[in-house]
């Protein structure tokens, strides 16, 4: 008899009335039946990042696939999740749509931004066209390392170790270079002008040489030399080479730089300076 008593009051009590809103009745049991799927979300949510995780560490997928893949599951499972919920709650999906999309009409000139930076969102996770890790450089010649890719914006660490937050409509509609997309190699140059008078045959050698003795620098491709220019004080060349650590080649040019330095004080080329002719015409 206790026990029926007690089954009875534990009863009443979930289902005893919290909120009521015409139609709608929210008791504990419906909040208690939300919490526990929520609650079983997240963990089935951790559980496929940490498969996800897996595969990436097994060279399956690489990071940016795993990333995209788990991206579109996760949110796909919470779109899920949130209709279940409105339906425990007793909330009517299609009435629900109905009314949202009425006051989607009111105000969309006001998310309307906020809408293309989803829709933007969804466009990079399922083209893939940015992934993370990738290098890119943006229209503000900001050049940084994709960190993350959500829904509606991505983070972007610079070389200055500053994470910097875009809007995902602004990677899709602006001109976005990705020095990771196609190739891990990417190819970049070093000028370096010399006196008129100088061997340029020497010159290539030295500067070939001080390419292929850099850490950061490909052996293949092989780094090559290109006479670009007579100039007006100096014949210029540049210095073609080929890295992967593309996020630091500020640095490998810098270090460049000190070697070619170095390596024409050895070999007694003259780096000259900017020459200007002055005539002055006397009136008198």
């Not at 996770?125 to 890719?149: H, Y």
Request: glycine letters at 6%; charged letters at 20%.
């Amino acid at each position: 008899m206790i026990n029926k008593e007690l089954f009875k009051k534990i009863g009443d009590l979930l289902h005893f009335e919290i909120l009521k809103l015409g139609s709608l009745q929210l008791n504990l049991y419906e909040i208690l039946i939300g919490f526990v799927i929520i609650l079983i979300t997240v963990l089935v949510i951790k559980l496929l990042q940490r498969i996800f995780k897996r595969i990436n560490q097994k060279g399956i997928l690489d990071a940016g696939t795993s990333n995209s893949l788990f991206q579109i599951i996760k949110y796909f499972i919470w779109v899920i999740v949130f209709v279940l919920i409105l339906e425990t709650i007793g909330v009517k999906v299609s009435i629900f749509i109905a009314s949202a999309a009425a006051l989607l009409v009111g105000v969309g000139l006001g998310l309307q931004q906020l809408f293309n930076d989803f829709a933007s969102g969804i466009i990079l996770l399922i083209e893939r066209t940015l992934k993370v890790n990738d290098v890119v450089e943006m229209e503000t010649e900001m050049v940084g390392r994709v960190i993350s890719i959500g829904l509606r914006t991505s983070k972007i660490k610079t070389r200055d170790n500053i994470t910097v937050i875009v809007p995902n409509s602004q990677l899709v509609s602006d001109r976005v270079i990705n020095w990771s997309h196609a190739e891990i190699h990417t190819r970049f140059h070093v000028d370096v002008g010399v006196a008129y008078g100088s061997d340029i045959n020497l010159i290539t050698e030295v500067l070939k040489s001080c390419a292929q003795a850099h850490p950061n620098i490909l052996i293949t491709p092989e780094p090559f030399v290109r006479f670009i220019n007579f100039g007006d004080s100096s014949l210029d060349f540049q210095l073609f080479f080929w890295t992967d650590e593309v996020f630091n080649v500020e640095n490998t040019k810098s270090d460049l730089r000190y070697k070619i330095d170095k390596a024409f004080r050895e070999h007694h080329i003259k780096i000259p300076f900017p020459q200007r002719d002055i005539y002055i015409k006397s009136t008198t």
